[in-house]
DNA sequence: TTGTACGCGTTATCAG
DNA sequence: CTGATAACGCGTACAA
């Protein structure tokens, strides 16, 4: 591959002009000619790591979250990627973390400087997560709920505000015996939502029964299904708001299969708005959690931050929406 | 933060010592644990830049598709990002390219040196992406149809085959007006998938009638609603197959909201076999062409090449498979 | 086994 | 406006 040096020999010029209109500095309009004709007859690209080492930047932005499997982060990674791909930075994707440990390892790769930022959605909450972080010599931004004694860059959804969208609608629409199929209490959303179902439902002068959130294993399908499966009277229950979309679509799997009807016997909710909330049969009522614009607002802030460094760091919210499909019709 | 010349000065040692260390070298015992000492003490990590620049080797390997909205892609993915993420190297994305000249714009960026190698499945056939895919100085893997005069690492699956089990398992359940609803023919998968279908028809013995094949604007479910809404008669139909899992899904929501009863007016088969295929309801018949299967064959055939620069390309053939379910019981 | 010194390709400073 | 040259941080001959 040629370098700046030949590009220069062929263009009888020195490096350092070469180097001035690749970056866009002042140069005579024959010089800057010759060079940009030597650059196309060489097939010149400036190399991405001699620059990097140079400049100190890495034009380069790190997006990690724990799974890929999950729709709502691909949507996130959508939004990240749209709006970035209007620069000059580009997209490393850090993902399929099966532990604390591989998150750590990775946090503490950050400072190879191979990223000039990070945005991350840690789904797991642990100290050592966040004394990483607050340590990192780069701009962080972080999607979802800001842990203690970290002070970053921030866009924030309230998903308890959407859950009690959605106790409130459920509740509107006859529905008063409203279970819960959570996530796994191992993550953040896991308990969070099981604090604001159990909040909402108070809030909403029904009472809170213990027996009425049901844990499944994973976000997934599957575990979806199989939380369905395990409830052994669905006449204790009229309503079921879920932790993610996949876990209503295996939940009204299972339901489909057994004769189970929905919204009849049973309403549901399912939490994200992903595509297939809408393709499923009845449609899913669920909340929107804008996982794409948060992304985006993500990405946003991170641009944001690197061409202005010193400013205190912005926490952004958005709201959530609840979508009315289907599957929470009036009895 | 610290460099290598700060820990060598920690540690009363040399840099050449330091990097012996941390590269595997050989050294002394005291040596060894002194530099690690020190490097625990600092905090060191090499810089990547530096080592990029020196080593020419970005430990990065970028994915480049079309449309991160499509789940087969966000499913080669995900087989992608788990090979490489038990080795050194970083997983780069670039995606979301609406024309051809993005992805031009693209692979010219690629000569920067930013990455090792280039996992790319482009969906547009266009003699400047060939062509410039054959001139870049680094290691390709395609996934999908190599075109003509592309001799790179490749792996392949038969999509034809697929929708020829697809056109036979209909026959066996008794159907023989069969649609195709097809993607944009400005795509390869587009023009692949008619000229599949028309010679799977052929093969099935039945007559090819031009007008059974339906072309939608996109892969999208939108797209696929929009299709089905468009047929004027659905009495010459008792069979579709969708050029993917999304088409079917938009396909099967219009066919639930105008009565028409699937498997029992109208059979429906899809391709990719995504997630959403078991989920839907019914459960949607489709073509598995094994995207993460793909997706880590792909990674591995990137690494294998990228530890043996010279030898022949290879191809790896991936086998589709009809995964049968309820959109295309028996009448 | 260890240390010195050079070069990787760029950008930026500074003198002309 | 242009050219020579010193870094950037690291790996590695080569010499000791």
Redesign the interface.
Same mark, same amino acid.
């Given at each position: &591959?040629a370098n700046i040096e030949a590009v220069a020999k062929q263009a009888g010029v020195s490096v350092a002009s070469v180097s001035r209109v690749i970056n866009g500095a002042a140069a005579r309009a024959d010089t800057e000619a010759r060079v940009r004709k030597a650059i196309a007859e060489l097939?010149y690209?400036?190399? #991405? /790591?001699?620059r990097?080492?140079k400049v100190r930047q #890495?034009e380069?932005i790190c997006l990690s979250f724990d799974d =890929?499997?999950n729709p709502a982060y691909?949507a996130m990674? %959508?939004g990240v +990627? %749209?709006e970035l791909?209007a620069t000059k930075y %580009?997209?490393? =994707?850090?993902? /399929?973390f099966s532990s604390v440990e591989e998150i750590v390892k990775h946090l503490?790769?950050m +400072? %190879? +400087?191979?990223a000039d930022g990070l945005i991350i959605s840690p789904i797991y909450s642990d100290e050592r997560i966040t004394k990483l972080i607050s340590a990192l @010599?780069m701009p962080v931004v972080l999607v979802g709920t800001q842990p203690e004694g970290l002070d970053v860059d921030n866009v924030y959804v309230d998903s308890s505000a959407g859950i009690a969208m959605a106790v409130e609608h459920l509740i509107q629409t006859g529905r008063t015996k409203i279970g819960l199929i959570n996530g796994p209490l191992s993550t953040k959303p896991g308990v969070r939502r099981k604090a604001a179902f159990e909040k909402a439902i108070k809030a909403a002068g029904l009472k809170f029964d213990k027996a009425s959130v049901i844990q499944a294993n994973t976000f997934s399908?599957e575990a979806g299904y199989f939380a369905f499966s395990e409830i052994a009277d669905f006449s204790k229950f009229d309503a079921f708001i879920c932790a993610n979309d996949q876990l209503a679509?295996?939940a &009204?799997?299972f339901a #489909?299969e057994n004769g189970i009807s929905i919204p009849g016997d049973i309403a549901i909710v399912g939490i994200d708005n992903t595509? &297939?909330a809408? =393709? =499923? @049969?009845p449609t899913l009522t669920s909340v929107d959690l804008k996982a794409e614009e948060r992304g985006e607002i993500a990405a946003q802030l991170m641009l944001d931050r690197l061409a202005n460094p010193d400013r205190a760091p912005k926490r952004i919210t958005v709201e959530p929406k609840l979508v009315i499909r289907e599957s929470t019709a009036k009895k």
């Amino acid at each position: &591959m040629a370098n700046i040096e030949a590009v220069a020999k062929q263009a009888g010029v020195s490096v350092a002009s070469v180097s001035r209109v690749i970056n866009g500095a002042a140069a005579r309009a024959d010089t800057e000619a010759r060079v940009r004709k030597a650059i196309a007859e060489l097939d010149y690209q400036p190399n #991405s /790591a001699a620059r990097a080492l140079k400049v100190r930047q #890495s034009e380069q932005i790190c997006l990690s979250f724990d799974d =890929l499997a999950n729709p709502a982060y691909i949507a996130m990674t %959508r939004g990240v +990627g %749209r709006e970035l791909s209007a620069t000059k930075y %580009r997209l490393i =994707l850090s993902s /399929a973390f099966s532990s604390v440990e591989e998150i750590v390892k990775h946090l503490q790769t950050m +400072g %190879r +400087g191979f990223a000039d930022g990070l945005i991350i959605s840690p789904i797991y909450s642990d100290e050592r997560i966040t004394k990483l972080i607050s340590a990192l @010599h780069m701009p962080v931004v972080l999607v979802g709920t800001q842990p203690e004694g970290l002070d970053v860059d921030n866009v924030y959804v309230d998903s308890s505000a959407g859950i009690a969208m959605a106790v409130e609608h459920l509740i509107q629409t006859g529905r008063t015996k409203i279970g819960l199929i959570n996530g796994p209490l191992s993550t953040k959303p896991g308990v969070r939502r099981k604090a604001a179902f159990e909040k909402a439902i108070k809030a909403a002068g029904l009472k809170f029964d213990k027996a009425s959130v049901i844990q499944a294993n994973t976000f997934s399908p599957e575990a979806g299904y199989f939380a369905f499966s395990e409830i052994a009277d669905f006449s204790k229950f009229d309503a079921f708001i879920c932790a993610n979309d996949q876990l209503a679509a295996g939940a &009204m799997k299972f339901a #489909s299969e057994n004769g189970i009807s929905i919204p009849g016997d049973i309403a549901i909710v399912g939490i994200d708005n992903t595509d &297939m909330a809408s =393709l =499923l @049969h009845p449609t899913l009522t669920s909340v929107d959690l804008k996982a794409e614009e948060r992304g985006e607002i993500a990405a946003q802030l991170m641009l944001d931050r690197l061409a202005n460094p010193d400013r205190a760091p912005k926490r952004i919210t958005v709201e959530p929406k609840l979508v009315i499909r289907e599957s929470t019709a009036k009895k």
